[in-house]
């Protein structure tokens, strides 16, 4: 099982968000940064903005849900902050998770699949 450990300190979400890398898109921000671990650091990061808590805690869960589908195909050794944007509050799941599959793979966060597939 791929390592996906859970980014909590608020140290480090300022860390990523003053040093990391950022991509964009419709429905998410993701800011990504080099960690040294062998371990993959997730933080999520939902607004107020979205509307209120049972809102806001079904998109993080979305969001949460999204990344564990695609946890295998994502390198680690880096800590990422994926921040919901408005339009997610709306958004159907599929649609979250091509949109973080999209930031994930923009951002060159994704495994090569081919070498691994070839090895197997």
Do not use: W
Request: aromatic share 4%; glycine share 8%.
């Amino acid at each position: 099982m791929i390592g996906i450990e859970r980014l909590l300190r608020p140290a480090d979400f300022q860390r990523l968000y003053r040093e990391g890398e950022v991509v964009r898109n419709e429905l998410i921000v993701l800011h990504y940064l080099a960690n040294g671990q062998e371990v993959c650091r997730v933080g999520y990061s939902v607004s107020k903005k979205l509307g209120n808590a049972v809102v806001r805690n079904r998109v993080k869960r979305r969001l949460r849900e999204s990344v564990r589908s695609v946890a295998k195909e994502i390198r680690p050794g880096h800590d990422l902050i994926l921040s919901a944007r408005v339009r997610c509050r709306s958004a159907e799941y599929r649609d979250i998770l091509a949109a973080v599959v999209n930031v994930v793979t923009r951002g060159g966060l994704r495994r090569d699949t081919t070498i691994e597939e070839v090895g197997d």
